[in-house]
């Protein structure tokens, strides 16, 4: 009779006090046992959740640009899934190359590859284990080397280590995850603003174009990113277009200037033209066509390829001749015969 | 308190505590360095290159001569200053030829003598100058005519890099040549090109010379051209005639697995590598398949995506992809895997991972494995798996994704239709499987299929265009609204 109660009793103490060191409470166990979808986040987390899915992370998957038979096709190239649909970040490491996933790809770059950490909770800036996702404060989230799983592949997180801004501690949260409203105490804002924001964009670059002797000189500085500009390997790409104005009011056809890109790979024939942290660069607009007044136009590109709008059939440079048909205006000065610019 | 009564209290309690059986029927296979295993073992057996001799003045001028006499001459003569080269004065002019072929300065004609000299030689370090040059040059003819002089050598190490050069290479007539110098190394990776040039290249000579290299191919493996590309993608690829892979080029093949590995960072590399791997033949598939039991979870990880990527040729690595399945980080990519081999006695075992209690990430990759492997034995576990009320929706997607390719679409066409215009939901995910269930049924000739088929697509902007997100907001409503309108009537006439 003895035994059975020491059984019994010690039976009922071990299962009381594994059931708290696996679970932390029953609170804790109140929240999702397995985290299949970032849809799960969105209750507790509304606000983030909202920010996030308008961004260009919740879309990583189904961006057109990146569906695109030039591109992944679909994600017919399957390439493109390793950082376009990861799997948590932690479950490689901070700092190791992310590997692609087989479920929710739709959800893209989503809470969980961000968030979940091997351990079942949620990296995060707080420690609550009695919460339904557990979160875990962890330090790693601020680190350059974080966002550098993905986009160190384009180089951006080497680029930024040698630049003032790295000297300052002013990493990538500081322009691509602000504070909401500015303020600390609101937490960071989930849009993370990048290439798709011609805001940010602009912001970075300047143009400049003044008349001298023998023509224009135009100017291109990359003022404030840390990184250069743009900052992707062959998908984005830069260009600077330029026209004579005349007199009569006529829109002459825009002639190529300049592209600012770095080339695919093994493109043999294309130089790596990427402008740096930085890095001023003058171009030289010189002949006949130069002397009266002319305008200047920085434009942004998604893709790199200028494409009929109709019809997509791709154009080389020498074809366009309304750029803004398939990119972003960024800046546009306009010089006068008198050398002034407007 | 009794000493047994607390140690019997214990393991009652923890077995208490346990979720059920071991749902791994089989231990995962031990883990080891098998990369660098390979690799040193294939070094061992190459050796220490061998350092080449200089040449002495005269010799210099001796291998000038023949590249001027070679560059000037025709017909038989052209075989003596070939003959000279290898007889006479043989490995010690590479590093003379490559000065001639790589100064841009020089006369065309003297440096595609170089290049014909490298080619004859026939040896590696000659190889590797050629293939820099294909690499490298910017003139596209002088990657052209070095990818002719390397395909007409021994040298097969450098299928790999003619395949990854295949890839970037953008002058439809090195296309031509690259295509020409994988086909003489038994590498079936250019037919895509070549036959794009037959049908649709630049000029009637591009044209008529892919046509001519697809039918000596085929002829050389007794089949007619346009089944070349079926057979290399079939699980019948080794009808093809088959390489006798050199020591040198298996180690090219340990060195592309190894670049998959965690310590390089860049995925440069590992595209490159990935791609190359999967355009490999089947022997490759034999090769590489115990880099599954690598230490390191990338190159296991990796090497399952090259199987699959390889597909059909890659049947042989069956087995041991079934046995992955059993490695919790790598069973989701061996499941993906398994499904594009079509390997049969895999279903069962898909079949087993995609039932719940499994790890979420394995059952969605099990569900799609089991649509691919294109067996109809994986339809009960499908349908047992596609629950929209109670699984999360990308399991029940990849489900229903499986049942179209299954010809079981009609199950789940309605529930896809409703993903369209879910903004929630995998709408493109949605879209592309009622798209392969319309064409599926138009193929089938199943009545109305064929007119809502047609229908379907008039809803897409012109192709290559771009579209905007609302623009594809807009096709995937109009897409819905068609479908919701034409499924009773195209369902029904099933049922008839």
């Known amino acids: 009779m003895r035994i059975g109660a020491g059984i019994f009793v010690s039976a009922m103490f071990v299962w009381l006090l594994v059931s708290l060191l696996i679970t932390g409470g029953s609170e804790a166990s109140a929240g999702p046992q397995t985290w299949t979808s970032s849809r799960q986040c969105m209750s507790c987390h509304e606000e983030v959740f909202a920010e996030w899915q308008d961004s260009w992370h919740a879309r990583s998957w189904t961006d057109p640009d990146v569906r695109a038979p030039s591109q992944s096709n679909n994600f017919q190239n399957k390439d493109c899934i390793d950082c376009h649909a990861p799997r948590p970040v932690f479950e490689t490491g901070v700092g190791n190359r992310v590997l692609p996933r087989s479920s929710r790809r739709s959800e893209g770059v989503d809470c969980i590859a961000c968030h979940l950490l091997p351990n079942g909770r949620m990296a995060g800036t707080i420690d609550n284990p009695r919460a339904a996702c557990k979160p875990q404060a962890t330090v790693q989230l601020q680190r350059e080397d974080y966002c550098g799983v993905c986009h160190n592949q384009h180089k951006t997180v080497d680029q930024w280590r040698d630049t003032a801004w790295a000297e300052r501690g002013e990493g990538c949260l500081h322009c691509h995850m602000p504070f909401r409203d500015g303020d600390p105490n609101r937490g960071r804002h989930h849009g993370m603003p990048g290439g798709h924001d011609l805001e940010l964009v602009a912001s970075a670059v300047t143009l400049t174009a003044q008349r001298d002797a023998n023509g224009v000189g135009v100017r291109v500085s990359n003022v404030a990113a840390a990184h250069s500009y743009p900052t992707d390997e062959r998908s984005r790409a830069s260009d600077l277009w330029w026209r004579p104005l005349a007199e009569s009011g006529e829109k002459l056809p825009w002639r190529h200037l300049h592209r600012i890109r770095d080339p695919y790979r093994w493109e043999v024939d294309v130089p790596s033209t990427l402008l740096m942290p930085a890095e001023e660069r003058e171009l030289r607009i010189e002949g006949t066509d130069s002397e009266g007044s002319l305008e200047v136009l920085l434009v942004y590109k998604l893709t790199p390829f200028y494409r009929d709008p109709t019809t997509g059939e791709p154009y080389t440079l020498g074809q366009v001749t309304d750029p803004l048909s398939d990119s972003q205006e960024v800046h546009r000065v306009v010089v006068d015969a008198g050398g002034e610019r407007k | 308190m009794n000493r047994w009564a607390?140690?019997?209290?214990?393991?009652?309690?923890?077995?208490?505590?346990?979720?059920?059986?071991?749902?791994?029927?089989?231990?995962?296979?031990?883990?080891?360095?098998?990369?660098?295993?390979?690799?040193?073992?294939?070094?061992?057996?190459?050796?220490?290159?061998?350092?080449?001799?200089?040449?002495?003045?005269?010799?210099?001028?001796?291998?000038?001569?023949?590249?001027?006499?070679?560059?000037?001459?025709?017909?038989?003569?052209?075989?003596?200053?070939?003959?000279?080269?290898?007889?006479?004065?043989?490995?010690?002019?590479?590093?003379?030829?490559?000065?001639?072929?790589?100064?841009?300065?020089?006369?065309?004609?003297?440096?595609?003598?170089?290049?014909?000299?490298?080619?004859?030689?026939?040896?590696?370090?000659?190889?590797?100058?050629?293939?820099?040059?294909?690499?490298?040059?910017?003139?596209?003819?002088?990657?052209?005519?070095?990818?002719?002089?390397?395909?007409?050598?021994?040298?097969?190490?450098?299928?790999?890099?003619?395949?990854?050069?295949?890839?970037?290479?953008?002058?439809?007539?090195?296309?031509?040549?690259?295509?020409?110098a994988l086909l003489n190394f038994h590498n079936y990776g250019g037919l895509a090109a070549l036959e794009d040039l037959a049908t649709r290249g630049e000029d009637d000579n591009q044209r008529r010379t892919a046509a001519e290299l697809l039918q000596a191919a085929a002829e050389?493996?007794?089949?007619?051209?346009?089944?070349?590309?079926?057979?290399?993608?079939?699980?019948?690829?080794?009808?093809?005639?088959?390489?006798?892979?050199?020591?040198?080029?298996?180690?090219?093949?340990?060195?592309?697995?190894?670049?998959?590995?965690?310590?390089?960072?860049?995925?440069?590399?590992?595209?490159?590598?990935?791609?190359?791997?999967?355009?490999?033949?089947?022997?490759?598939?034999?090769?590489?398949?115990?880099?599954?039991?690598?230490?390191?979870?990338?190159?296991?990880?990796?090497?399952?995506?090259?199987?699959?990527?390889?597909?059909?040729?890659?049947?042989?690595?069956?087995?041991?992809?079934?046995?992955?399945?059993?490695?919790?980080?790598?069973?989701?990519?061996?499941?993906?895997?398994?499904?594009?081999?079509?390997?049969?006695?895999?279903?069962?075992?898909?079949?087993?991972?995609?039932?719940?209690?499994?790890?979420?990430?394995?059952r969605v990759a099990a569900l799609r494995a089991l649509g691919r492997t294109g067996l109809a034995e994986g339809l009960p576990s499908l349908r047992a798996a596609f629950q929209p009320d109670t699984e999360p929706t990308d399991l029940c997607q990849a489900a229903a994704t499986a049942l179209v390719l299954l010809d079981a679409g009609d199950e789940v066409a309605h529930w896809l239709t409703q993903q369209l215009t879910d903004p929630l939901a995998d709408g493109e995910g949605a879209e592309l499987a009622l798209e392969t269930w319309l064409w599926r049924g138009s193929e089938a000739e199943r009545k109305g299929f064929v007119a809502a088929l047609e229908a379907w697509r008039a809803a897409a902007g012109p192709p290559g265009v771009i579209p905007s997100l609302d623009q594809v907001r807009q096709r995937l409503n109009e897409r819905g609204q068609l479908l919701k309108k034409l499924l009773p009537k195209l369902l029904a006439l099933a049922t008839d």
């Open chain 2, 6 to 180: 607390w140690v019997t209290g214990c393991v009652l309690a923890l077995a208490g505590c346990g979720g059920g059986s071991d749902p791994e029927p089989a231990p995962a296979p031990e883990l080891g360095p098998v990369v660098i295993e390979r690799l040193a073992d294939l070094e061992r057996q190459l050796g220490t290159p061998e350092d080449l001799p200089g040449l002495k003045p005269e010799e210099v001028e001796e291998v000038d001569g023949l590249v001027t006499m070679l560059a000037s001459s025709k017909g038989a003569l052209r075989e003596v200053p070939l003959e000279a080269i290898r007889e006479d004065v043989g490995p010690a002019a590479i590093g003379r030829l490559s000065e001639h072929l790589a100064d841009s300065a020089r006369k065309t004609a003297l440096r595609l003598a170089a290049a014909e000299l490298l080619g004859a030689l026939d040896h590696p370090r000659a190889a590797e100058v050629l293939m820099r040059q294909i690499e490298q040059a910017r003139e596209p003819w002088m990657r052209s005519w070095c990818a002719w002089y390397l395909g007409d050598t021994n040298q097969d190490q450098a299928v790999p890099r003619l395949l990854r050069r295949l890839r970037y290479e953008k002058d439809p007539a090195t296309f031509l040549w690259l295509g020409r």
């Open chain 2, 220 to 362: 050389r493996a007794g089949v007619e051209p346009s089944q070349l590309a079926g057979l290399w993608a079939s699980q019948r690829a080794e009808e093809l005639p088959q390489p006798t892979p050199s020591l040198r080029l298996r180690h090219e093949i340990w060195k592309l697995v190894n670049e998959l590995s965690e310590a390089h960072f860049q995925l440069r590399g590992v595209d490159d590598a990935r791609h190359v791997l999967s355009n490999m033949g089947p022997w490759v598939a034999r090769e590489i398949a115990p880099a599954l039991g690598d230490t390191d979870a990338h190159v296991r990880l990796h090497t399952a995506q090259v199987l699959e990527r390889m597909g059909p040729r890659a049947v042989s690595s069956g087995p041991a992809l079934l046995a992955a399945l059993a490695d919790p980080s790598l069973a989701p990519a061996a499941a993906e895997a398994l499904g594009r081999v079509g390997h049969p006695p895999a279903v069962p075992a898909l079949a087993a991972r995609s039932a719940p209690g499994q790890a979420h990430e394995l």
